[in-house]
């Protein structure tokens, strides 16, 4: 799943691209984090960002490309990643769909985040967030009202306000989001990637119409047919298109027991003379038929002194 997460600074992408990597088990990939992650360490790319970052511009593209270039080349994000806060203007989404191209792994969706200012506004000034974990709080939010340490981190270290949370820097991030990230809602549109959700009220219920959104992950695939056997279409459990199944053989055993029952029964009614006669009849009627040698059948042994017809009287009772 490649998604991106678009919307105003505050809309609450971070937030909700967290609830996203806890149920599919793809990374989180944010700019901003990974800008400030530069600055804290205090790299030469960290460094020439932090200007930008204080004032609420932008910072320039060929830092962002970089360091974007470099996260989506890291395995966790082969099966996929939530963007959020990229792109964010023009030339970043054309840089993003140049290189998905490249590798043949187009996004599957851009999720459009819509909250009201007076929402972000609220959002903003009670966002706090964990050094350690990075999970974001709001003090003004009922479930974390006043919170002030990390409730996920066995530590429970004290958690801080990001520098540019402030009024004035806020004002400036959402007039570059204004003029700068909104035609990427119309660029995305046209691509047909764009859904749109409204990122007002609970986290929960927002999360629900973020997922209701999103195009269902594939399903595993069957598993192989042991080969050579054909696949049999089954209709309320018979199967379809085929032959009924011939009786089984245990049944056909069964009738042909019964049936020689009932005829030993009837000859065991006729008297003995009367079957002597017809047995000796019937042998004279089979040599004449099957003179010694010719019937073309493997001859059957006889047990010396035995003849068909002192055979054929033992089986029948005598
Ligand atoms: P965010 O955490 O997404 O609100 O980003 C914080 C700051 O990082 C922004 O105000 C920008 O200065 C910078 N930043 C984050 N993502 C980008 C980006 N895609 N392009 C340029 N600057 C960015």
Request: with cysteine; proline share 7%.
């Amino acid at each position: 799943m490649r998604i991106v997460l678009l919307g105003a600074p505050g809309s609450g992408k971070g937030t909700q691209a967290q609830r996203l990597v806890a149920r599919y088990g793809v990374p989180q990939v944010s700019t901003g984090d990974l800008l400030r992650s530069a600055v804290a360490r205090g790299t030469p790319l960290g460094l020439r960002a932090k200007a930008a970052m204080d004032s609420g511009q932008l910072v320039a593209d060929e830092i962002v490309l970089g360091i974007i270039r470099e996260r989506l080349g890291q395995a966790d994000a082969a099966a996929g990643y939530v963007l959020d806060g990229f792109p964010r203007n023009q030339a970043q989404a054309q840089a993003l769909a140049a290189m998905l191209q490249g590798i043949g792994q187009p996004l599957d969706a851009v999720v459009l985040f819509n909250v009201d200012y007076t929402e972000i506004a609220r959002r903003i000034s009670g966002r706090r967030s964990c050094p350690s974990c990075g999970t974001i709080y709001n003090v003004h939010d009922a479930a974390t009202a006043g919170i002030t340490h990390c409730r996920n981190c066995a530590a429970a270290p004290a958690l801080t306000q990001r520098p540019d949370d402030n009024e004035q820097t806020v004002t400036r991030r959402l007039a570059v989001y204004e003029e700068q990230t909104r035609p990427l809602i119309d660029y995305y549109r046209q691509l047909g990637l764009l859904r749109t959700i409204d990122a007002q009220g609970a986290v929960d219920e927002v999360t629900a119409r973020l997922i209701a959104v999103l195009p269902q992950p594939a399903q595993p695939a069957q598993p192989a047919r042991p080969r050579g056997r054909k696949a049999v279409r089954r209709v309320g459990g018979k199967a379809a298109g085929k032959a009924p199944r011939k009786a089984p053989r245990k049944a056909v055993k069964r009738r042909a027991a019964v049936k020689r029952k009932a005829v030993r029964k009837a000859v065991q009614k006729v008297p003995r003379k009367v079957v002597r006669k017809v047995v000796r009849k019937a042998a004279a009627r089979k040599a004449v038929r099957r003179p010694a040698g010719k019937s073309g059948r493997r001859p059957v042994r006889k047990p010396a002194g035995k003849t068909p017809k002192t055979a054929r009287a033992r089986r029948w009772g005598r």
